[in-house]
């Protein structure tokens, strides 16, 4: 569109296609609001039924309207974390940042997995990434798998994951009013975030809360509670799962890393969930009781989960066994040595180092970004 204006303060941000302020997106535009009041910042969201949470400085706007064409033909910025549909194609003088959703990836990705994907998808990823001007890398591994597997040769920053950063933040006061926003008080906090199966099947999410909530007390002392949460395409999983009463469900709650951040321990099966919460150094755990069939099957893994520094469960039995065995000073030293390993670039820093990239570009017409 030729003849519209494009505003060189305008930021346009999405987050998985039109999911609501979280992941890497929502870091960039705090950061960017705190730093540089003056932006315009748009969010792209496709339920607009919880847009109460978005900060009164965001613009919310419909992803599935014509109005949202009109504010990416416009912006001087667009910041993902996920694919862009095949039609959308970025204009001369607009830059395009892309964060995705992962930092440490045990599940392989795109073209990795190209023999599963749909034609459709290929060539919207392909087109993405034509348009992509900045891949931003939290590990070594996912800069080796934007250019490797990501159809794009392009720039990468090693900078970290913007989303991260909370986690280099804690304190006792932040953390307890997350707690109570929630309504769990002063309680130790154990969270079960599984992914999801393409298969469809629903018995692997055979946990054993109570047995799992005794052990945790027995074991590791105080009073516990329970969170559980569900991967979006696991939704409509959540009537055959039988959650007791006493698990609190947050699979609604809009941002993963705060939950993290107040969490004592993390249980989940491939998510990458357990590589970023493996930045506060505290207890994180496997439970894959489909393991064998799931990278046989379902996905291929970038590396088995036994190499990873998280004792791994394929049973109720075992997961109780490793929770009672724990020993947190041999876990952080081969934490430590799995982080040297691939890579990890956060410091707590990569939100102010994305934001000074989109500031010094604000001018820049040439059609590189500025470094």
């Excluded at 974390?81 to 795109?110: D, V």
């Amino acid at each position: 569109i030729p003849f519209l204006r494009i505003d060189k303060k305008k930021v346009v941000f999405s987050n998985f296609r039109g999911r609501g302020f979280g992941d890497n997106p929502k870091y960039i535009a705090e950061e960017l609001h705190r730093n540089y009041p003056d932006m315009h910042l748009v969010w792209l969201e496709s339920r607009l039924k919880g847009t109460g949470e978005f900060p009164s400085y965001i613009r919310v706007v419909n992803l599935n309207s014509f109005r949202s064409l009109y504010e990416l033909a416009t912006a001087k910025f667009w910041v993902d974390n996920h694919r862009k549909n095949i039609f959308i194609k970025k204009r001369k003088g607009q830059y395009y940042i892309q964060l995705w959703h992962g930092a440490l990836i045990s599940k392989a990705i795109e073209k990795d997995t190209e023999d599963r994907l749909e034609v459709r998808y290929i060539a919207e990823a392909k087109r993405d990434s034509e348009n992509i001007d900045i891949c931003v890398a939290g590990t070594r591994q996912l800069h080796d798998i934007y250019q490797n597997s990501f159809w794009y040769n392009g720039k990468i920053i090693d900078v970290g994951s913007p989303r991260n950063d909370i986690l280099f933040e804690l304190d006792s006061k932040k953390i307890y009013a997350l707690k109570n926003r929630i309504g769990i008080g002063n309680k130790k906090i154990c969270l079960y975030a599984p992914t999801f199966r393409n298969n469809g099947d629903a018995t692997v999410y055979n946990l054993d809360y109570e047995k799992l909530k005794t052990t945790l007390e027995k074991s590791w002392g105080g009073d516990w509670t329970l969170l559980v949460r569900l991967h979006p395409q696991m939704l409509h999983y959540k009537a055959v799962l039988n959650i007791p009463n006493f698990v609190l469900d947050v699979s609604a709650y809009p941002d993963s890393q705060e939950l993290l951040s107040i969490s004592d321990c993390v249980i989940t099966d491939y998510s990458s969930i357990i590589y970023d919460f493996a930045l506060t150094n505290r207890p994180a755990l496997i439970y894959a009781p489909d393991y064998e069939k799931y990278t046989t099957s379902d996905r291929r893994l970038y590396f088995s989960l036994c190499e990873t520094p998280f004792p791994i469960a394929f049973t109720n039995d075992e997961l109780t066994d490793n929770i009672q065995k724990f020993d947190l000073a041999t876990y952080r030293e081969r934490l430590e040595s799995f982080n040297t390993r691939f890579g990890v670039f956060d410091k707590g820093t990569a939100s102010k180092a994305v934001c000074e990239l989109i500031k010094k570009n604000i001018d820049n017409t040439k059609k590189e970004m500025i470094l």
